[in-house]
């Protein structure tokens, strides 16, 4: 059952009807929830209906020299709710954290109907349970977001992105350990196999990349403290959008290890297309036979959240 709703009253009538005759909700759109309904440049802080897109809001958010820290793919097309609902996340995570970080409250309505507030609009908020963090990857398992709220970034004044190609495991596992234990705060750490930019389509390249944001002095002093540990590059993340292209009927495999066991799995993949955010552990990749298993919570406590949260089963399986 698709849920299309404009006003709250037809979110209401559809839970109404899915627990009547069990029909289960599979997809959500929001086109009548696409508002920006606050915005305190001040406190760094905004709130936003779910259904605008991160695209839509990052340009409000903009003219006041400010963002929401994180860049998913395709914010055109990704809603707000959907970036929490999904914990959509990009190479920037690793300095800037994931949607969880940010948000700082939100609005929902459960499957009875009923609707919920958690958190606030400011940063400084403790009242009541944290349930807004919860919905934070649910996938829509546990009610629908209406709204949420926000601690903002400013826009940084200068970013560097740096590039370094290596020829062994041995010289990647190395310097990756340096960039971490050195001094540096990069806000981007990734490490991939496809090639230069002039040599998209070879294979046997690992390039190293690190990015950095701040003001322009904070810049050109990371940039010149990497270049101490090896030499760098200036470059782009055109990387990224290689690697959506290459093999672009298929969905890419996601495998989350520990950061200290990267280099060691990408190894494993041999010649296959790989980005990995090495800073984190996760390694998206093209080669199912190489797949690991993902973290997965408890299936005791999953069924104790799906039983209080949509007793009757009318949202999507939590996973």
């Not at 559809?14 to 009547?20: D, K, L, M, V, Y």
């Not at 009541?128 to 709220?149: H, N, Q, W």
Request: aromatic share 6%.
């Amino acid at each position: 059952m698709q849920l299309t709703a404009s006003h709250i009253e037809d979110i209401e009538s559809a839970f109404e009807s899915a627990r009547e005759t069990g029909a289960r909700i599979s997809s959500i759109h929001l086109p009548g929830f696409q508002k920006l309904l606050d915005h305190h440049p001040e406190n760094l802080t905004a709130t936003v209906e779910a259904g605008m897109t991160l695209q839509a809001f990052q340009e409000k958010l903009s003219t006041a020299g400010q963002w929401l820290a994180v860049d998913p793919p395709n914010p055109e097309r990704l809603t707000i709710g959907a970036l929490i609902a999904e914990n959509v996340s990009g190479p920037r995570r690793f300095g800037l954290g994931t949607v969880r970080e940010h948000l700082i409250g939100m609005k929902a309505v459960l499957a009875d109907g009923s609707i919920i507030r958690s958190g606030g609009k400011v940063v400084k908020n403790v009242a009541g349970f944290d349930i807004c963090r919860l919905f934070v990857g649910s996938r829509g398992s546990l009610g629908i977001i209406l709204e949420a709220s926000f601690r903002l970034n400013p826009l940084p004044e200068s970013e560097m992105i740096m590039g370094c190609q290596t020829q062994s495991s041995e010289e990647t596992e190395d310097l990756l350990e340096a960039i971490m234990k050195s001094d540096l705060n990069p806000m981007l750490l990734d490490l991939h196999n496809l090639g230069t930019e002039e040599q998209s389509a070879s294979y046997g390249y690992w390039q190293i990349m690190v990015g950095f944001a701040g003001t322009r002095e904070e810049t050109q002093a990371q940039m010149h403290s990497l270049n101490n540990l090896n030499p760098f590059k200036v470059t782009t993340l055109d990387y990224l959008n290689r690697f959506g292209n290459s093999d672009s009927d298929a969905t890419p495999e996601t495998t989350a290890v520990r950061p200290s066991e990267v280099v060691e799995y990408c190894e494993q993949l041999g010649s296959t297309k790989f980005v990995a955010r090495a800073g984190n552990g996760v390694i998206h990749h093209h080669d199912s036979s190489h797949a690991g298993k993902l973290a997965r919570n408890p299936q005791v406590l999953l069924d104790r959240l799906k039983s209080t949260f949509d007793p009757k089963g009318i949202l999507a399986e939590i996973s």
